[in-house]
């Protein structure tokens, strides 16, 4: 019998125990939420944009992002370029995926990663620019 | 002494319970002093580096373009001015990892990263050509002056050079000098020398071309 | 006999009378010395994140050299910080945060293009606030409204 007494409070304790571990655990996870990287990632596809809307075509001189949206022909031609300059521009640790209304050049996304982005409206329609830690 | 046993559990169940608040309370405190003064840094941080490589910088030549000439002359109070919100803490704006300026010394803070464009002139390139076999050069695009060397050889009259059809150098009396141009950095330009078919001597253009580097623009500001 | 009835009772009497005391004791000491100072750095945090955010939403609202859009936006505003509402104006290119509690109030640069000629408005924290961008290429001026 005094065995059982005895038992009963040490579970008691140990669901304070618990009860309180719990609520601080609460304070640790609830009260400094991780800043968000999606600022930071979506000046980066602002930066991917803009200096393909700065740049000519290599060897040519259209702009490259229009050249890109214009047609398939020219986004075809374009594509092992784009790939290679964008990954050029970007630090190293970070991926993109390009979207032309005639296909897509860069790395497959990941489904639950932070993704920063960025629309741009051309004359023959938008060039999302998406990227990522990763 | 049941009861005594009893009242024995309870306080070691009592004391238990507040190691775990003490435990609970430096947690919960660790949590807040950790988030001390973040959102500041980041905004000055995000801030800074927007302005620097903003269209209407006066470091750039156009959104994301730097010029690496007016980045090299950059100095703390220049950045202050160009980006007054960093004003209380350290700040720290690197290329590729390489400080261009700095106030104080940011430990920790908020890390910006941009990806941007550095324009500069590269060494000097030399072009001889002899004018009885070839009477023109190309310049490339991004150049926006070239010096240009002239001997005429015997029974030769340079009267002038073109550069895109444009004249640029001209002299009746025959042209044996050396001279700098200016040319249209939008364009490659073709510098012609207006020449007989006769024509002997020797023309050198000197330029630098336009070198452009991929560069990550770092922002860290420590308050 | 009945002295060993009542014992038990008495035991638990006391032990319920101790725990309760402890609990008392721990709140009290807890809500004295450490729930306050959390309480107010918790507030110092959302008004510094409130002013970081809000400049952050002013410079962005400012269009690039090449459009001439006026530009419209709303900000969302914590309604209260601390239960107290308080007031976000602009001073000197300054963005201030009244709050009647002098530690949860603050002051940040705005960085603007130098197109930007004034900045000016302010807005209360438990009314509907936007930042309107007008003005030509030039001279552009910021509203809080």
Known sequence: ?134 | MRGQTNLFALVVALVLLTGATVVGVSLADGALAGADREPVERHAAAATADRLIAADSPLTVRANTLNASRVAALNASRLHELAPVARTGDVRVALDGRPVVERGAPGGGWTVRRSVVVRSRAEPRSIRVNLSTQSTVSVPQGVDRATLTLASGPNTTLRSVRANDRVVLHDDGGLDTTATVHLDRYEPTTLRVDAGANATGRLVVTYRPQRVDDRILTVTVDA | MTDRALVPVVGKVLEAMLVLLYVASLVTALHGGVVPDYRDAAAAEVSDRTLASTAARIEASVPPPSDDAAASRTVDLPAAIDDAVYRLRVENRTLVLDHPDPALSGRLRLALSPRVTAVEGSWRSDEPATVRVRGDDGRLRVILA
Do not use: K, N
């Not at chain 1, 800043?35 to 490259?64: F, I, K």
């Not at chain 1, 075809?76 to 991926?95: G, H, K, Q, S």
């Open chain 1, 1 to 134: 019998m005094r065995r059982g007494q005895l038992s009963l409070s040490v579970i008691e304790a140990a669901i304070g125990v618990l009860l309180v571990v719990g609520v601080a655990a609460g304070f640790t996870v609830g009260v400094a939420p991780a800043p968000s990287a999606e600022p930071q990632l979506d000046s980066l596809a602002r930066d991917t944009a803009t200096l393909l809307d700065s740049e000519p075509v290599p060897g040519g001189s259209d702009a490259w992002l229009v050249a890109l949206a214009r047609s398939s022909e020219s986004f075809d031609r374009l594509r092992p370029d784009t790939r290679e300059r964008v990954a050029r521009a970007l630090p190293a640790d970070v991926a993109f995926r390009i979207t032309t209304p005639h296909g897509t050049v860069g790395y497959p996304r990941p489904p639950r990663t932070t993704v920063g982005s960025t629309t741009v409206p051309t004359r023959h329609g938008p060039i999302t620019v998406r990227v990522w830690y990763g």
